[in-house]
């Protein structure tokens, strides 16, 4: 092979003669350049440690530092106050014989001038983290800001003036906090009223106030103490114990999608869709890597949000365990795994040091898509492994890919920047049918053929035979809109900076030298065969239940609802909830997922959406109530549903600190029948927006076409539903509704026609209070008129 034969710098053969030497010297100059582009990586990152290090100074201060001090010292003043000479006195004896006496003070000021800097630095770090720790911003009403909160603005926008790299802020963000146990479970209650009967909610209260006097404050004890020695109180068992020992598929139970552009595709060319998203993609690691990416901040602020999450984006599998897997991330990869029609090849991007162009990515999946080979005795459907049952997985894993061709094969995959599949169908928002179409398009992305995808890497792409692409992600190393932020740098990317050339093909040249796509070799035994064959069957019968429905809803969007003065957030959550009323008759425990990035290594906390407010303004619309009383209850409804989400992103939630007190009860070894109950109710509405976090890359006034259908997710509950959505633009929101067909009570389309129906029966009610108040305005306008 070729590209085997490259890979040798040097070969040498023992004759009667000697020792024939044979040198390659472009493996050789291969080498050099892999081994310049490491060390530079290598001074880069040791760079931005020193800068992130010392923010929100710089690196440069310390020279303004010391040229004061030597300033006021030429001035005969000592600022040090004795300092600089007691550090004189304390010199080395080495020095003193060396060194003038000029030259002795010179090494006390440095000495000094560097102590006064740190301790400037960290004075510096501890008031921004103390400005950072400030959250009552969030809950003052817009327009009515108090003095407080503008002199925080100011002092923020000071200690924040350099630009800051992707990590300079971690350091500064405050601890998420713990709340005091009578809070939570106060809030608790609250939010389970609406849920249950008076009988239901008195032994509720009962076995709630029982866990408070007793078992309750002795974990929270133990809480706190975690949350004195740990970074985040939360993340690190959230992590564990919700995502990584969970022993059921991955596929569609935890992996999430997301979608290409809605009625935009940018070229019909596979291989060259595939060159620029593959490019896109290494350019956004490459900033991560470099820290060059800006921080996220809150929208329309300069907060900023932890950025923790970056690190595992790239070079990132879940590997299987019997009892638990684990999350093995690598410093960096050269290469990613593309599949196609059943192999799997190793496709290198850099060559000689350097990115390969988009042409010439291009030019290799061309290969690829053209190479006749066929796939291995049970190498087609090996991903199934993936799509099934950890443990199985983790057994086959440690019998038969721990050795030979099939770990190097295996490590390969797992090592791969991430992973590719060149599908053989085609999806999109095309033909007679283009709804039904998404919906497709939907199930291809969550699970496809359920062994064409390798459902452990943290994020596999999918670039389909038209053209059209997307992504699958593994939820335990980072939530949506981490992965939002990736995708959309790649659309964008993509459409707006690669572009294609007018046939359809990437832009570039092309090194015809390129050594061929690396074909991955297995030896799959029967045993690991048969082993295939059960997660696929698993698999399928999993994927094949999944009733998925995506919906572009276009009768209005943000722009008509902020004109309401209403957060369109909580419009479309108080929504949800009368479509689900409407759908089933009553209503459920709401999950609507908010992050608490403003707290280091923060993740997320459920806002519960299903209150006491937003029932009673269903209840009352549904039975007829007057209008003006549907619209008071609905502006209580659209507060309370603000303040909750503003209480889960400043760590004052109910869900995640009654894990950490149930995973310290298990610790302990003692049961809790409150915490027990709590835990085990099901979330039969799951919900979650995809936020728009780059809106500055897509061109929406000239480009309006380019629209994101975002992504979504599978059903929580068997007898729920998944409701993702998107708000894009000012007219527009997309919905992705998930259910199972094994429960009857549920009807993924029947659902999407209830939230049309429930958002523009909403819109109705309030732009009729809009209106009346017009009119009244213009007929009191002639009035004044007569009377002045």
């Known amino acids: 092979m070729a590209e085997a034969h490259q890979a040798v710098a040097f070969q040498f053969t023992i004759t009667p003669e000697g ?11 291969q080498i050099y350049l892999s081994g310049v582009r490491s060390w530079k990586k290598r001074v880069s990152r040791m760079r931005n440690r020193v800068i992130k290090g010392v923010y929100p100074a710089s690196p440069s ?117 713990v709340p005091a146990i009578k809070d939570t479970l106060t809030r608790y209650l609250e939010s389970v009223r609406p849920l ?120 990132t599998t879940r590997t299987p365990g019997v009892e638990t897997d684990v999350l093995q991330h690598w410093q960096d990869s050269e290469f990613v795994v593309v599949y196609h029609n059943g192999r799997y090849f190793r496709l290198w991007v850099y060559q000689a040091g350097r990115l390969l162009s988009p042409r010439e990515i291009e030019h290799q999946m061309q290969r690829i898509l053209d190479d006749p080979s066929p796939p291995k005795p049970g190498e087609d459907k090996l991903g199934a492994l993936t799509a099934g049952d950890r443990i199985p997985w983790a057994q086959m894993r440690k019998q038969y890919f721990s050795s030979g061709i099939n770990k190097r094969s295996l490590d390969a995959i797992e090592r791969a920047a991430f992973f590719v599949t060149l599908d053989e169908e085609e999806q999109g928002m095309r033909g007679e049918d283009p709804a039904g179409n998404l919906d497709r398009y939907a199930k291809s992305l969550l699970h496809g053929k359920c062994y064409d995808r390798w459902f452990d890497k943290s994020f596999s792409i999918v670039i389909y035979k038209n053209g059209k692409s997307g992504l699958n992600a593994e939820h335990s190393w980072a939530d949506a809109p981490t992965v939002a932020h990736l995708w959309e740098y790649t659309l964008a990317t993509d459409a707006f900076q690669l572009g294609y050339t007018e046939d359809g093909h990437c832009k570039g040249e092309v090194d015809r030298s390129l050594p061929q ?30 009733d998925c429905h995506v919906f572009p809803f276009r009768e209005f969007g943000k722009g008509q609802i902020k004109k309401l003065r209403i957060s369109p957030d909580a419009f479309i959550q108080i929504g949800l909830q009368l479509a689900y009323y409407r759908d089933r008759g009553g209503f459920c425990l709401t999950y609507e997922a908010s992050m608490t990035r403003l707290f280091r290594e ?168 809009t209106k009346t108040s017009l009119s009244s305005k213009g007929a009191a306008q002639p009035q004044a008129k007569k009377l002045l």
């Open 517 to 546: 796509p690396q074909r991955l070799v297995w030896d799959i035994p029967s045993e690991v065969q048969a082993q295939v064959c059960s997660s696929l069957a698993v698999a399928q019968a999993l994927a094949d239940d999944v």
């Open 196 to 315: 249950l009967t008076d009988p239901e909610f008195k032994r509720m209260t009962k076995l709630a106030n029982h866990f408070e006097a007793n078992l309750g404050n002795r974990l929270q004890r133990y809480l706190r103490l975690k949350a004195l020695w740990a970074t985040n109180y939360v993340s690190d068992w959230w992590e564990e114990y919700i995502y990584l020992r969970s022993r059921c598929p991955l596929m569609v139970n935890s992996n999430y999608y997301g979608m290409d552009f809605l009625y935009v595709t940018p070229t019909p060319v596979q291989a060259a869709r595939a060159g620029n998203t593959i490019t896109a993609l290494l350019l956004y690691r490459r900033k991560v890597n470099r820290e060059e990416l800006k921080p996220s901040r809150v929208p329309g602020t300069v907060i900023p949000l932890c950025a923790a999450q970056c690190e595992r984006m790239f070079n």
């Open 19 to 29: 020792i024939d030497l044979q040198l390659s010297y472009q493996a050789l100059n």
């Open 602 to 769: 923060g993740r997320t906390e459920t806002v519960r959406s299903c209150s006491n407010e937003s029932a009673a303004f269903v209840k009352a619309l549904e039975d007829g109530e007057a209008e003006e009383q549907c619209r008071r209850l609905f502006r209580l409804a659209s507060e309370r549903h603000q303040n909750l989400y503003r209480m889960a992103m400043t760590g004052a939630g109910i869900d995640r600190h009654l894990f950490c007190l149930y995973v310290v009860s298990k610790y302990l070894g003692v049961e809790s029948p409150f915490l027990k109950e709590v835990l085990s109710e099901p979330w039969r509405l799951s919900t979650s927006q995809t936020p728009v976090q780059q809106m500055e890359l897509f061109d929406l006034k000239n480009h309006p076409d380019f629209i994101s259908l975002g992504g979504g997710f599978g059903p929580v509950a068997d007898d729920g539903y998944g409701v993702s959505y998107i708000i894009v633009g000012e007219d527009m929101i997309n919905f992705h509704v998930s259910s199972k067909y094994s429960c009857s009570e549920t009807d993924s389309h029947r659902f999407g026609a209830q939230i049309s129906k429930a958002l523009q029966d909403i819109m109705t009610l309030l732009s009729a209070d």
């Open 61 to 177: 201060s310390w020279l303004f530092v010391v040229i004061a001090i030597l300033a006021t010292m030429y001035m005969r003043s000592d600022p040090s106050m004795g300092l600089i000479t007691k550090i004189q006195q304390h010199l080395p004896l080495s020095l003193h014989v060396s060194l003038s006496s000029q030259g002795q003070t010179m090494v006390s000021v440095l000495v000094f001038s560097t102590l006064l800097w740190l301790s400037l630095i960290l004075a510096l770090r501890f008031c921004l983290k103390l400005l950072l720790s400030y959250h009552q911003w969030m809950f003052e009403q817009h327009g009515r800001v108090s003095n407080v909160t503008k002199v925080w603005v100011t002092l923020l926008r000071l200690l924040s003036s350099r630009k800051p790299l992707l990590y300079s802020y971690q350091t500064s963000l405050p601890h998420l906090p």
